[in-house]
């Protein structure tokens, strides 16, 4: 069956190209359910990837261009598949981020066999904390592997040791094409995602599972505040380098061996050298490490299928956000505690980056209506602002097919 947004792409294709497209790929966007800022820490992390989606819709044709039109932008762009690193466009822009995938696929696996035509569709709300940029990352990579444009025409049989080195290729465009020092978690979850299912990941040494959710799973409700940002806005990058700062003064004491990331920092040692670091990173570090903790717990509490108790987890991971990340902002403060009274509410946090954007909350599946509408009530009581609240659902990871002529 094919979905309303396959078909908006399709027919922005046929519109935009003259002709039917031959391949779709779609990806989902995703949530963090708990490690906030862990990923580029060598950190643990808890996630979903849920059912909103970025679909492309597209064929290869000959030449060395690429064409993509987005229908969320209402714009085009083209360029030369040869000559990307020399003309990478706008920082943010979402051609940039199209650019950054032909690119970083080709640096791993050679030159494409030939240009492409896309249209791209969606609707992940952008800029709120969902991974907008890695659902587009994701879905285009899928129609270029599955259209035979990169690896020469190899036929790709994504199993879970493919999907990881698709990964790391996407975080590789994001960090070195986009420009934005982020981790793997985005890649990776909207690559692994099963429904019903949560995606726990070890950073350091990339061991991934999928713990089930539940039977029937609980709604995770993504309530958008009305504020954005971009990732490459800088706070993002500020954060990186103050985690970074406690790494240098603890490889300093014991060396780069011993030291890569954050992560191999005991909140023990973090302690006991408290007074000697700076006021910020001490925090931002203690935030860090406390969230390494609540994963690893709330791995546990899913294994045992006690929501409430992984909820409450989410709920303390938002405060650490709030208090020593200060990665929060009154308006996702404000939609976090509208809906800690509403029906079914299991737990909260902020989603992703932060400061600006949604927050992702667990909800008993049954109550998710209620809550929805509670929540749209006392924030905008509290606020005059009317919040976008999104009932989702935890969905497959990206695919990508060939169409039937
Ligand atoms: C953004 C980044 C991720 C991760 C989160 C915070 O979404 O893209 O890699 O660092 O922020 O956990």
Redo the contacts with the bound molecule.
């Keep these: 069956m094919t979905s309303l947004l396959e078909r908006s792409a399709s027919s922005a294709f046929a519109q935009s190209f003259g002709q039917a497209p031959s391949f779709l790929a779609s990806a989902p966007s995703r949530v963090?359910l708990l490690?906030?800022?862990?990923?580029?820490n060598g950190g643990l992390?808890l996630a979903a990837a849920i059912d909103r989606l970025t679909v492309v819709a597209g064929r290869p044709v000959e030449g060395q261009e690429g064409h993509a039109w987005s229908l969320n932008f209402a714009q085009a762009d083209r360029f030369d598949l040869a000559t990307l690193a020399d003309n990478m466009g706008e920082p943010g822009s979402w051609s940039r981020y199209v650019k950054g995938v032909a690119w970083a696929l080709q640096e791993s696996l050679g030159r494409f066999s030939g240009g492409f035509e896309a249209a791209i569709a969606g609707d992940v709300p952008l800029g709120a904390?969902l991974?907008s940029s890695?659902s587009l990352q994701a879905s285009l990579a899928l129609f270029l592997l599955t259209a035979g444009l990169a690896g020469e025409g190899k036929t790709w049989n994504l199993d879970d040791a493919a999907r990881m080195d698709l990964a790391k290729v996407l975080k590789r465009s994001?960090n070195e094409y986009v420009g934005?020092q982020?981790?793997?978690?985005?890649q990776f979850s909207v690559l692994f995602g099963r429904a019903k299912h949560a995606l726990s990941l070890d950073c350091r040494n990339l061991a991934f599972e999928r713990l089930p959710l539940g039977d029937p799973a609980p709604a995770i409700v993504v309530c958008d505040s009305k504020t954005s940002r971009r990732?490459a806005d800088g706070m993002?990058n500020e954060r990186h380098s103050e985690c970074e700062q406690v790494v240098a003064y603890f490889r300093n004491l014991r060396g780069a061996g011993e030291v890569r990331w954050l992560r191999d920092v005991s909140l023990d040692d973090l302690e006991s050298h408290w007074d000697r670091l700076d006021a910020k990173p001490r925090l931002r570090a203690r935030h860090v490490l406390t969230e390494n903790e609540r994963v690893r717990r709330g791995a546990e509490f899913l294994k045992r299928g006690e929501l409430a108790a992984f909820g409450r987890l989410m709920s303390a991971s938002h405060a650490s956000s709030r208090d020593d990340f200060e990665n929060s902002s009154p308006a996702l403060n404000a939609l976090i505690e509208s809906a800690e009274s509403a029906p079914g509410f299991l737990g909260g946090k902020l989603s992703?980056?932060?400061w600006a954007g949604c927050t992702v909350n667990l909800v008993a599946s049954a109550e998710a209506d209620n809550f929805a509408e509670a929540v749209r009530r006392e924030y905008a009581n509290r606020t005059e602002t009317v919040p976008e609240i999104h009932i989702c659902h935890a969905s497959d990871g990206a695919s990508g097919h060939h169409l039937e002529a």
């Design positions: 963090e490690g906030n800022h862990t990923d580029y992390v904390g991974s890695a994001e934005v982020s981790g793997l978690l985005d990732l993002y992703g980056a932060g």
